[in-house]
């Protein structure tokens, strides 16, 4: 057996491990081959009709979805840690798994059932009559009474008396204001409409043709009558703009999807540099000085949290976009937080993307359809890799190689400026153009005529990026951080360098990419299952699910 199998997990590992086994639920292992099969992953999800479990997928994808379905790409420690914690680990009985064979689950202590083309069982009590090895199982406890013990202790879904179509209220910035959580309230409320009554509650003016679908539109300072609501929900992001909506909260309670990894910058709006500085050396245990804030955030992963605690208290429960956000929160604030891959906001049809449509927005925008087109979305900045992205294209243009590339999104005027004159002094004139700010339909355009993206970014603690999910639903492939496309599980046209990488790495992925014109591929591979997960109806659906139970329909 390999070793690596028995290695201690890393921080990171450790803490999605306890999130993976938080709550209660028994955790069924599907090994990544048997949950490419429709038929056996139907069949897993009847198991857990009566008696809830998590479905936890150790490889790539898994063919059928589901709130209960949970798909990871474990490295070997952390795989040896699932094998030896879940209640079964179902691997294919012909062999070809892609995580663990069936001596390796047994090897680590784990319980192992062989599946062929069908899963002959109808609920949890019943998987213990499956062979699971043939001579591992002759010296081993009694599973069936094993199986019997867990299922007793295994806690009844609640299902709260809620009317077939609950009253909502949703407390959000939305659209026209600026911003992603803005654009993405508007497409969870309009997804929302279709399964409850939902009533907007914001200081935004919405478009008449958005309101004419809300059961209601109220401005944040009218009366708010919670008692009047099967459900509240509060859109929470790092920005002064949300002062209010906090607010309300910290007054009501409630459901809280919170948008970013850290809210420094809103603390220190809500409470000043004084008040921020006393939570913030509660929180660490030790001084810490307030007085910049911006240094507070440069040193995030120095004190080893994202200062949250302030906020999470007064919810319940939290809603977050990252699987790392979600293990941040156990860990650091024992709050078993609700992971909901984050919805695409633009959601792309194959006819969009054909090579016929890109050409047809390269020349709209002015993009040479002769050389790739490699670019970085959304705000530029420093902490977003502004600088190392010059370094890349500098590495390319000694290695070479023809390209252009686009920064696509607002800029400082401070630091546009030094940006030019980086260009400058690397030779890159003919070949980067800083766009600056473009309106939402060139936005569109951009995603469907840029070839390969590239997102650098060192901020910590899981923060979603917005950018490359945007990229990502337009089947663009591309090169980005670990970490930053672990944030949004992205797929495989998707290549990961560490975070700490060198600008050399990021340029030898791009030259392969760029050499075999894999980016010509559109959409890349993943994209079918990546658009699947990432849709406002279901995360609406899953919303409604994790408020209030299993419900019909």
């Known amino acids: 057996m390999d070793e690596s199998l028995r290695a201690p997990c890393n921080t990171l590992d450790q803490a999605s491990l306890e999130v993976l086994f938080a709550g209660g639920q028994p955790v069924l292992a599907v090994d990544g081959a048997l949950a490419m099969d429709k038929d056996i992953m139907r069949a897993v999800l009847g198991l857990t009709r009566r008696n809830p479990a998590r ?26 840690r699932i094998a030896a914690r879940s209640l079964a680990v179902l691997v294919p009985a012909a062999g070809g798994s892609q995580a663990l064979s069936m001596p390796e689950v047994l090897g680590l202590g784990g319980r192992c059932v062989a599946v062929g083309q069908t899963l002959q069982v109808h609920d949890l009590g019943e998987l213990a009559a499956l062979p699971a090895g043939a001579t591992a199982l002759s010296s081993a406890p009694d599973y069936a009474v094993l199986w019997d013990q867990v299922l007793t202790a295994a806690p009844s879904a609640p299902v709260a008396p809620v009317p077939e179509r609950p009253r909502i209220a949703l407390v959000t910035p939305i659209f026209p204001q600026k911003g992603g959580p803005p654009h993405s309230s508007l497409d969870l409320a309009l997804a929302l409409t279709r399964i409850a009554q939902l009533d907007i509650w ?13 059961n209601a539109v109220y401005r944040l300072d009218a009366t708010f009558e919670a008692d009047r609501y099967d459900g509240i929900v509060y859109v929470l992001g790092n920005h002064p703009m949300y002062l209010k909506i906090f607010d309300m909260m910290r007054e009501h309670g409630g459901t809280l999807i919170l948008h970013d990894a850290h809210m420094v910058d809103f603390l220190n709006h809500r409470y000043g540099r004084k008040r921020l500085g006393v939570l913030l050396s509660q929180e660490h245990g030790a001084p810490i000085d307030a007085s910049d ?16 605690r302030e906020i999470v208290r007064h919810a319940n429960p939290t809603i977050v976009h ?24 633009y959601p792309f049809e194959r006819p969009e993307l054909t090579p016929e449509a890109r050409l047809q927005a390269k020349l709209a925008l002015g993009i040479a359809a002769s050389r790739p087109c490699i670019a970085s979305f959304g705000e530029v900045h420093m902490m977003k890799g502004a600088k190392q992205c010059l370094f890349v294209m500098k590495e390319l243009l000694d290695w070479g190689i023809d390209f252009q590339f686009l920064f696509v999104g607002p800029v400082d005027k401070s630091l546009g400026n030094e940006l030019r004159e980086r260009i400058d002094q690397y030779g890159l004139q003919d070949h980067v153009v800083i766009k600056g700010p473009v309106s939402e339909a060139d936005y569109i355009q951009h995603l469907k005529a840029v070839d390969i993206v590239l ?31 672990r944030s949004i599980e992205a797929p495989p046209l998707v290549r990961r360098v560490n975070d700490k990488a060198s600008p050399t790495i990021y340029a030898e992925q791009l030259a392969e990419m760029i050499a075999a014109k894999s980016y010509e591929d559109r959409p890349g591979p ?16 899953n919303l409604l699910s994790m408020l209030f139970g299993k419900r019909d329909g």
């Open 55 to 80: 479905i936890l997928v150790c490889g790539e994808s898994a063919a059928v979805g589901a709130p209960e379905v949970y798909v990871l790409r474990p490295g070997p420690a952390l795989l040896g």
């Open 526 to 541: 993943g994209w079918e299952d990546f658009t699947v997960k990432h849709d406002f109806a279901r995360y609406a659906r």
């Open 202 to 214: 914001t200081d935004g003016d919405m478009l008449p043709a958005h309101r004419a679908r809300m």
């Open 293 to 308: 804030p911006g240094q507070v955030i440069a040193k995030l992963a120095e004190y080893g949290r994202p200062f949250l």
């Open 322 to 345: 990252s699987p790392t956000s979600a293990a941040v929160l156990h860990n650091l604030y024992g709050i078993d937080a609700n992971y909901f891959p984050v919805a695409m906001p």
């Open 455 to 485: 997102q650098i970014r060192q901020i910590p603690f899981g923060q979603v990026s917005g950018a490359l999910l945007d990229a990502v639903s337009a089947g663009m492939h591309g090169v980005a951080s670990e970490n930053l496309a």
